[in-house]
């Protein structure tokens, strides 16, 4: 079993900043992808943010230039720095992580974290 724990979600004013962070545990060999999604009230579920083995970052247009995503290896854990906020920003963000047996594996398992509520407003 794999276990995925969000946090870091909160409401902050426009222009503001957030840090979430979701952690990873369990039965992991290899880790494809780590990334953030989100879904604004009234609509689906979109990317955010990855970062994915052998080919880097991958950025929504919408938060290119003010989020990043990075991850800590060692503890399986990835981050979404998120600056200059805007109250379109507002959703529940949730984790994303697919994971295999390495890079020729033919089976990859994707999980979802519980989501964290981000609000922006003033």
């Known amino acids: 079993q794999v276990q995925l724990v969000e946090s870091g979600g909160d409401l902050v004013q426009p222009g503001g900043s957030l840090r979430l962070s979701c952690a990873a545990s369990?039965?992991?060999?290899?880790?494809?992808?780590m990334g953030w999604y989100r879904r604004a009230p009234g609509k689906q579920r979109t990317l955010v943010a990855t970062t994915t083995r052998g080919t880097g970052t991958n950025y929504a247009d919408s938060v290119k230039g003010r989020v990043t995503v990075s991850r800590d290896y060692a503890k399986n854990t990835v981050y979404l720095q998120m600056d200059s906020l805007k109250p379109e920003d507002t959703a529940v963000y949730y984790c994303n992580l697919i994971i295999d047996t390495g890079p020729a594996s033919p089976v990859r398992y994707e999980y979802w974290g519980q989501g964290t509520q981000v609000t922006v407003s003033s």
């Open positions: 369990g039965s992991i060999v290899s880790i494809y992808s």
